[in-house]
């Protein structure tokens, strides 16, 4: 071991030399940067430090220096990939630097000292988020995210590739003094002046990733106290490091008793039960060296056979650690006592540690200016081991290599290439959106439906898929008709956005003082590249203005990110605005109300105002209900079924009630009626829209006893339906009604002795009445189909059309686990029904107040479950789609005669996390999940829920017919398989793709059902060219495209490449997927 300390390497001022906070070494080891009190960023060669005392050496010694900061820098860093150099410092900013390739086109600065630059390093990024001194620095291993932490107890994370801010973090109660990442990507941990050290559970984001998508990213996984309880605060730094197989966390400025010690903290548990002691004053930083070592000599393992199976228990760790002592002491795993201890290095304390690459070397920085390299000598620390050793030790943690395998040939290169183009045109137009710019709007078919087409289409997994910009174009397929002329050859296609910027760049404005002036354009207005940020459209609104009806929820949800589509106010503030004025109110300031609005807010709570015609008044407490409260307004309970007296499934039956209402707004197809003399109006052949549109249907149950005076006697329920008061048929009902439902279709009505009444749209009776087995408690229609849930549980659907049913009555009994229940040795509660609806194809959906989901499938005759809280808790996956289910664009050219469901599973998935929140359970199998994590052999558990999750997700669209969900589920589907490289699984999901997952065998071939109860094309092996609605080489072709840029899985994907042409295309297409 020697100490290497050229009297050059300094930060030199005209009086003293600078203090000198950090410094690191770049991932090829050729370059060392430091940062010092100067405000300079200095980047010398690691080859002039090692041959200080050759009088010969004649290389360069500073290679470079950057002065971008206005004051004291505190930290820089190399990104893992070495592209980035990031520094932080005392003005809140921090910088990031790239490598210009170019030689330097100038000389040292005129009247300084510098010597002339042999590299150009620029100014990339200067990234704006902090309220106080950065005080560290520290990028993931795969250069994916910068984290930066401060002095105003922020967390800040950034994108590695676009440096947007992803999130901000305020989880400390302190100043936050260290940050360090975990070799295996999943964790970093931050050290702060509360006395805590905190571990964050994060996932890698994409190079498209916004802060939307990393709403559930970066959770809190750990919060460690127990070593810090009495660490003193006056340490500048808690410099803090990970070991390289991923096992420990050296943890500075921790104490032991009275003493100052090193925190050894265990992976998985997160408890120290090591401690390193021999330091006088506080340790401010630590440093685990790169590598691991072997105590035995490779060429001894080489001779000895028996020694490989133990190769793992010879490998060893190295961590230096240094501080307030200006001592530094090297430590390894094997020893109990430090292999180093170097008393008074410097003057001052020891601010930063940097080891090599090789982990060989060891540079130190003190505040007293000095920067030291210790060299040691081969074989003193232990014999360096493979990378590929290092990478063995942090598989177990589920770290790995993938998409970095060798070429498969030029068919590969081609594959990858085409793969990536959409997610480059697509990171180029991202700033074109922000600043305003937007294409225009397009017609295309959603589920039947024609609507303008939104700007962007379902992202896979955060990375919005690009779309071809040329309208009359979705998905890649033409949608001009046969007789609309088409460019001829050679002659470019007319671009959509000519026009309207020639409008833009000739508008002409006038000035107060009379005179004309050319407006200035917008530069990012001349884009031609589509918007990849969400959009606010009211999605129900333009299906209803196109006089259909959407499928599923009226309003289709997107939760993966918060809906923004209207300004905090809601809808008065979009259309009046949000400035209203404080109401004027005697006896008080002025200022009174804002003032106490104001106090609501900064203590984190939202105020409630009223907004009366005055103005804006801060809600007063009303005073509590006392006394007798007003009896609703019922008549009596419903007369019970003698069934329900033996029935395992017992619902709660709804009150006979005097007025049973429903108004239909959106029932604009019902005919109109002869006998009323409504022709046509308006010009539209079917009489007035608006007039249509307010349709109720309402039933009076008789109050009083009938005039005879006996109950027998009862007086009929008497059932109207008016059109904006103007009754349009009557009838007239023996028995009470519960229930009333219906459409432009028809009408229905269910009575309290379990008969359903149905009628037409005119008023005849459709249908003898219904004989249920006990009082309906829940009916639903949805076009042709009538649901009824009966109190006994009984489930019935029949088809009003064609007077049929799909399947016989179904029991919910399974699903309200009615077996688990009544096998306990004392009565419990089971889970009760919060919803029952139906789907545009009669499959029952049904959602329990325990947070489940299900769907009844007929063709095989059995319940399915959608959601659970199990998904919840172990699924990466949960509550995302990565684009709003109603921003998919339909492949189909020609209108589809039924609409397809959309929506269903992201509504029941939104009531599973409701529930579970409501209820508290989510808690504790978030415990259960924690200590798997931490457990042997269960490494892989949250990769494989997750998987299982969106193999759920897939199955349950194909059952319901949701198209646009079951392309979305499968490109996420495909994604996570590449990232994870499942061979196995990526090779049967193509060739299901292609044709059929499972092949035909010896005598198969002559079975066949008799009776075919589902879609042709909802299952993998069937023999049409569809897939739940999609055409299988358009499925196809996106799965590749996600998959093309996994080197390791190229031999499997280029021949299917190859089989439906993605190789040889020269054009990119408008659905070019993106991953």
């Known amino acids: 071991?020697?100490?290497?300390?050229?009297?050059?390497?300094?930060?030199?001022?005209?009086?003293?030399?600078?203090?000198?906070?950090?410094?690191?070494?770049?991932?090829?080891?050729?370059?060392?940067?430091?940062?010092?009190?100067?405000?300079?960023?200095?980047?010398?060669?690691?080859?002039?430090?090692?041959?200080?005392?050759?009088?010969?050496?004649?290389?360069?010694?500073?290679?470079?220096?950057?002065?971008?900061?206005?004051?004291?820098?505190?930290?820089?860093?190399?990104?893992?990939?070495?592209?980035y150099l990031a520094s932080g410092a005392d003005d809140k900013i921090v910088c990031v630097y790239t490598l210009d390739p170019h030689p330097p086109s100038h000389n040292a600065t005129f009247g300084t000292d510098e010597p002339p630059p042999v590299e150009t390093w620029k100014i990339h990024r200067?990234?704006?988020?902090?309220?106080?001194?950065?005080?560290?620095?520290?990028?993931?291993?795969?250069?994916?995210?910068?984290?930066?932490?401060g002095l105003d107890s922020k967390v800040v994370i950034w994108s590695g590739y676009t440096f947007e801010k992803l999130k901000t973090i305020s989880g400390h109660q302190s100043l936050v003094k260290g940050i360090t990442f975990d070799p295996a990507n999943k964790y970093f941990a931050t050290a702060s002046d509360d006395r805590t050290v905190k571990l964050w559970r994060f996932t890698s984001p994409g190079p498209n990733s916004t802060a939307y998508d990393q709403i559930s990213n970066f959770i809190l996984e750990e919060t460690i106290t127990a070593p810090f309880l009495s660490s003193p605060l006056t340490t500048y730094f808690r410099r803090c490091s990970w070991s390289p197989d991923?096992?420990?966390?050296?943890?500075?400025?921790?104490?032991?008793?009275?003493?100052?010690?090193?925190?050894?903290?265990?992976?998985?548990?997160?408890?120290?039960?090591?401690?390193?002691?021999?330091?006088?004053?506080?340790v401010e930083v630590c440093a685990f060296s790169p590598r691991l070592f072997s105590k035995i000599r490779p060429s001894d393992q080489s001779l000895d056979p028996q020694s490989k199976g133990q190769n793992i228990a010879n490998l060893v760790t190295v961590v230096?650690?240094?501080?307030?002592?200006?001592?530094?002491?090297?430590?390894?795993?094997?020893?109990?006592?430090?292999?180093?201890?170097?008393?008074?290095?410097?003057?001052?304390?020891?601010?930063?540690?940097?080891?090599?690459?090789?982990?060989?070397?060891?540079?130190?920085?003190s505040l007293d200016g000095s920067i030291i390299c210790v060299a040691f000598d081969p074989g003193e620390l232990g014999y360096e081991v493979s990378l590929e050793e290092t990478e063995k030790a942090l598989e177990k943690f589920g770290a790995g290599r993938r998409g970095a395998g060798i070429i498969e040939g030029t068919d590969g290169l081609l594959l990858e290439e085409r793969s990536r183009e959409g997610e480059l045109r697509d990171a180029e137009g991202r700033m074109g959106a922000l600043m305003g710019d937007a294409p225009a709007s397009q017609v295309v078919t959603l589920n039947g439906n024609e609507m303008p087409a939104p700007t962007s289409i379902a992202a896979v997994n955060g990375s919005p898929p690009t779309t071809d910009a040329r309208p009359g174009h979705v998905n890649g397929v033409s949608q001009r008709?046969?007789?609309?002329?088409?460019?001829?050859?050679?002659?470019?296609?007319?671009?959509?956005?000519?026009?309207?910027?020639?409008?833009?760049?000739?508008?002409?404005?006038?000035?107060?003082?009379?005179?004309?002036?050319?407006?200035?354009l917008l530069l990012s207005s001349s884009g031609g590249h589509e918007s990849s940020l969400p959009r606010a459209q009211l999605i129900s609104a333009s299906k209803n203005a196109q006089g259909g009806r959407g499928d599923a929820p009226q309003t289709i949800l997107d939760l993966s990110k918060p809906f923004d589509g209207l300004p905090k106010g809601g809808l008065a503030s979009l259309l009046f605005g949000n400035k209203r004025k404080w109401a004027q109110v005697e006896g008080a300031e002025d200022d009174q109300s804002e003032k106490r609005v104001a106090l609501t807010r900064s203590e984190g709570a939202v105020p409630i105002l009223m907004n009366t015609?005055?103005?804006?008044?801060?809600?007063?407490?009303?005073?509590?209900?006392?006394?007798?409260?007003?009896?609703?307004?019922?008549?009596?309970?419903?007369?019970?079924?003698?069934?329900?007296?033996?029935?395992?499934?017992?619902?709660?039956?709804?009150?006979?009630?005097?007025?049973?209402?429903?108004?239909?707004?959106?029932?604009?197809?019902?005919?109109?009626?002869?006998?009323?003399?409504?022709?046509?109006?308006?010009?539209?052949?079917?009489?007035?829209?608006?007039?249509?549109?307010?349709?109720?249907?309402?039933?009076?149950?008789?109050?009083?006893?009938?005039?005879?005076?006996?109950?027998?006697?009862?007086?009929?329920?008497r059932v109207t339906v008016s059109r904006r008061g103007q009754p349009l048929w009557q009838d007239f009902l023996p028995r009470s009604t519960l229930l009333v439902t219906g459409n432009r279709l028809f009408w229905a009505a269910a009575c309290e002795d379990g008969s359903i009444h149905a009628w037409t749209p005119a008023g005849r009776r459709l249908v003898n009445a219904l004989i249920l087995e006990s009082q309906p408690v829940?009916?639903?229609?949805?076009?042709?189909?009538?649901?009824?849930?009966?109190?006994?549980?009984?489930?019935?659907?029949?088809?009003?059309?064609?007077?049929?049913?799909?399947?016989?009555?179904?029991?919910?009994?399974?699903?309200?686990?009615?077996?688990?229940?009544?096998?306990?040795?004392?009565?419990?509660?089971?889970?009760?029904?919060?919803?029952?609806?139906?789907?545009?194809?009669?499959?029952?959906?049904?959602?329990?107040?325990?947070?489940?989901g299900f769907a009844y499938s007929p063709s095989m005759y059995v319940w399915q479950r959608l959601t659970e809280l199990w998904w919840a808790v172990g699924s990466q996956y949960w509550n995302t789609t990565d684009s709003s289910l109603g921003d998919v664009r339909s492949s189909s050219s020609t209108k589809s005669a039924s609409n397809i469901s959309a929506g269903i599973i992201p509504f029941l998935e939104r009531g599973t996390t409701s529930e579970s929140m409501v209820r508290g359970k989510s808690v504790l199998l978030q415990r259960l999940v924690k200590q798997l994590l931490s457990r042997e052999g269960y490494e892989g558990f949250e990769s494989s829920v997750s998987l299982a999750h969106l193999e759920n997700r897939m199955a349950g669209a194909m059952m319901l017919g949701s198209k646009e969900e079951f392309q979305v589920y499968l490109y996420m589907y495909a994604k996570r398989l590449g990232a994870e490289g499942l061979k196995s699984k990526v090779e049967e999901l193509l060739r299901g793709l292609l044709g059929g997952v499972g092949e035909?065998?010896?005598?198969?071939?002559?079975?066949?059902?008799?009776?075919?109860?589902?879609?042709?094309?909802?299952n993998w092996d069937n023999a049409t060219d569809l897939l739940c609605g999609w055409s299988r080489k358009e499925l196809l072709k996106g799965v590749i495209l996600i998959l093309g840029k996994n080197r390791d899985l190229q031999r499997i994907t280029v021949p299917y490449a190859n089989i439906i042409g993605v190789t040889g295309e020269q054009e990119t297409d408008g659905n070019t997927m993106v991953s």
């Open 320 to 365: 230096a650690c240094a501080g307030q002592d200006k001592a530094l002491t090297v430590w390894i795993t094997s020893n109990s006592r430090p292999l180093v201890i170097t008393q008074d290095l410097a003057l001052k304390s020891l601010s930063d540690l940097a080891w090599t690459p090789d982990g060989t070397n060891l540079f130190i920085t």
């Open 778 to 852: 829940i009916m639903e229609c949805k076009n042709k189909w009538l649901l009824c849930v009966t109190a006994v549980g009984m489930c019935h659907v029949w088809d009003m059309k064609t007077l049929s049913s799909p399947h016989p009555p179904v029991s919910l009994a399974p699903v309200l686990d009615i077996a688990i229940h009544s096998l306990q040795d004392h009565v419990t509660h089971g889970p009760a029904v919060t919803s029952a609806h139906l789907n545009s194809e009669g499959r029952i959906v049904v959602s329990l107040s325990n947070g489940d």
């Open 613 to 717: 015609a005055d103005g804006l008044v801060p809600a007063q407490p009303g005073s509590g209900m006392v006394g007798q409260q007003p009896t609703p307004d019922f008549i009596r309970p419903a007369v019970l079924n003698p069934s329900m007296l033996v029935s395992q499934v017992r619902l709660a039956i709804p009150k006979i009630r005097r007025h049973v209402v429903q108004t239909y707004g959106e029932a604009s197809g019902l005919p109109s009626l002869a006998s009323e003399g409504n022709g046509p109006k308006d010009g539209h052949p079917g009489g007035n829209r608006q007039a249509q549109s307010d349709i109720t249907i309402e039933a009076r149950n008789p109050s009083q006893l009938p005039s005879t005076g006996k109950a027998p006697d009862q007086e009929p329920c």
């Open 1000 to 1018: 035909e065998h010896e005598g198969d071939a002559g079975i066949e059902t008799t009776v075919q109860r589902n879609a042709e094309d909802r």
């Open 246 to 282: 991923g096992a420990h966390i050296a943890a500075a400025n921790a104490v032991n008793g009275p003493v100052s010690s090193v925190a050894i903290i265990n992976r998985g548990s997160w408890d120290c039960d090591i401690h390193l002691i021999g330091h006088e004053g506080p």
């Open 481 to 520: 008709g046969p007789d609309e002329d088409q460019p001829e050859k050679g002659q470019a296609p007319e671009d959509a956005h000519k026009e309207k910027l020639e409008k833009l760049k000739s508008r002409v404005t006038i000035t107060k003082d009379g005179k004309k002036r050319i407006a200035p």
């Open 126 to 149: 200067r990234l704006i988020g902090h309220d106080n001194d950065v005080q560290d620095l520290g990028w993931s291993y795969d250069s994916s995210i910068l984290v930066s932490v």
């Open 1 to 83: 071991m020697r100490y290497i300390r050229p009297v050059w390497l300094t930060h030199s001022g005209e009086k003293k030399d600078f203090e000198v906070y950090s410094c690191h070494v770049s991932p090829d080891g050729s370059r060392l940067v430091t940062a010092a009190g100067d405000g300079y960023v200095r980047v010398w060669s690691v080859e002039a430090v090692f041959n200080a005392a050759d009088p010969t050496f004649n290389g360069p010694k500073q290679l470079a220096s950057m002065s971008y900061h206005s004051g004291t820098i505190h930290t820089v860093r190399f990104s893992g990939n070495g592209r």
